[in-house]
């Protein structure tokens, strides 16, 4: 199934990505921010499991700020499988 997430406090101000029935990440894409960087991090977590990209990504600070964008895509895969879990 395809999502979008609107992030918040980055230079990134969007994310697409797909999830699969069995939990599968494939076809991110951050809109804005450093587009290299965030190519990289798509390609990274292409077919990893959600779990695992939301326990390598979350907590992730950028410079100052208290989040990034590797944040804002486990805080949105949070979102995401809260949702898909309450309605199991």
């Known amino acids: ?37 965030l190519k990289g991090i798509g390609r990274l977590v292409e077919g990893q499991p959600v779990a695992d990209v939301i326990s390598r990504l979350e907590g992730i600070p950028c410079g100052m700020k208290s989040t990034s964008c590797p944040d804002q895509l486990a805080t949105a895969l949070k979102k ?6 309450a309605n199991a």
């Open 1 to 37: 199934m395809k999502y979008r997430y609107q992030t918040v406090g980055t230079c990134s101000q969007q994310i697409d990505f797909e999830i699969d029935d069995n939990n599968i990440l494939s076809n991110v894409q951050f809109y804005g921010g450093c587009n290299g960087n």
């Open 80 to 85: 995401v499988m809260a949702k898909r879990n």
